[in-house]
């Protein structure tokens, strides 16, 4: 062998280990990103539902799953039932706002085939029930959603002039419409009241407006929610019974605020926040999968955000650098749910 073919065999053997390093250090920085990033490369279609308090839980989906690269399109906001079979269908790939019991009527048949509720994000935070300003609870002793049969009870909250009471309720697709028309039909009260069933903020101003007036006002709130904090139960007004709407010992709540008696049967079953997704979307994303079961979010927070979204008129993306501030604050516990989520992955 010459010089020269000494050399050049050593020049190509230098340059194949250098290629077979850059190749491994590539390969292994590809290892290290898919296992960081193990949503790159799918875009996820999140749905929102159409009250307030549901978007900051929206924002904390959509922020993590950007942290384990998934590319997150703007949620859609859909009414219950078209969620849920937008789920079904793989339209939507999840919903983080399914409020169960109450939202079960809505699904679509055989749902459990195409989509998985997980455990509740909030377990018990979803509390509902009627609302009577304070004054008149003692003024005409109303303890119960029957006293409204009474002549003298309907005529203080005979809002529209019709000789009926009203109750200023909850919009048609929302679960609340349901059961407070299912209400009615129990307590033969179709006589007696009206459901006034326009868009509840609308519907909650109008309710405001009266008691801050002075005049009597019946209507249904639920929490986590602004509306809490804008008429305070104890203060301003009293949560009343509704007593055997669900065959269900989880009708009755103790140790709830501003209620008449205590415990108090709502006339709902206090709901579980869950994430509902498509099964399709899980099967192929297990990191997503592993995320929903994890996320963990206080009623508290979520209720101050609402607010705030109230004080400040703030549309649903200006509430995104909230949620922002929350993950930071507890950047601890949401990496234990991204690691969790990274590993379920590999």
């Known amino acids: 062998m010459t010089g020269i073919e000494s050399h050049t065999g050593k020049k190509l053997k230098t340059l194949a280990l250098t290629s077979a390093i850059a190749l491994g250090l590539a390969a292994a920085s590809g290892s290290v990103h898919a296992q960081q990033q193990p949503g790159d490369g799918v875009t996820v279609q999140p749905a929102v539902a159409s009250w307030t308090s549901a978007v900051p839980v929206s924002w904390v989906f959509v922020e993590l799953l950007e942290e384990l690269g998934y590319t997150v399109q703007n949620p859609i906001s859909l009414s ?17 706002n399914g409020w169960f019991p109450l939202h079960e009527p809505q699904l679509p048949d055989h749902f459990d085939d195409v989509g998985t509720l997980f455990d509740p994000l909030c377990p018990a935070c979803g509390i509902q ?9 003692e003024r005409y002793g109303i303890t119960n959603i029957t006293d409204f049969q009474r002549d003298d009870v309907r005529a203080a909250f005979d809002a529209t002039g019709d000789g009926k009471a009203d109750l200023f309720g909850c919009p048609p697709g929302w679960g609340c419409h349901e059961g407070i028309n299912a209400m009615f039909e129990k307590f033969e009260l179709n006589d007696y009241m009206n459901h006034i069933d326009a868009g509840y903020a609308a519907n909650f101003a109008e309710a405001l407006s009266r008691i801050q007036a002075g005049d009597s006002a019946l209507y249904y709130t639920w929490g986590p929610s602004a509306w809490l904090l804008a008429l305070t139960p104890g203060e301003d007004v009293m949560w009343i019974n509704a007593p055997g709407i669900v065959e269900d010992e989880a009708e009755r709540t103790e140790g709830v605020p501003g209620a008449v008696t205590d415990p108090i049967e709502m006339g709902f079953v ?13 099967e192929d994303n297990p990191a997503a999968a592993e995320l929903f079961r994890r996320v963990s979010l206080p009623i508290e927070w979520i209720s101050e955000v609402d607010a ?12 995104r650098p909230l949620v922002q501030e929350w993950i930071a604050a507890n950047r601890d516990t949401v990496d234990g749910w991204l690691e969790a989520a990274r590993a379920a992955a590999q």
Not at 80 to 96: M, R, T
Not at 129 to 137: C, E, I, N
Not at 274 to 282: G, I, K, M, S, T
Not at 308 to 319: A, F, I, N
């Open 80 to 96: 219950n039932p078209v969620a849920y079979l937008a789920i079904s269908e793989g339209d939507a790939h999840y919903w983080p």
């Open 129 to 137: 029930g009627y609302l009577v300003d304070a004054a008149s609870v």
């Open 270 to 282: 206090a709901a579980d926040i869950q994430v509902v997704a498509n099964n399709e979307f899980l």
């Open 308 to 319: 705030t979204m109230g004080e400040q008129d703030l549309t649903d993306p200006m509430v």
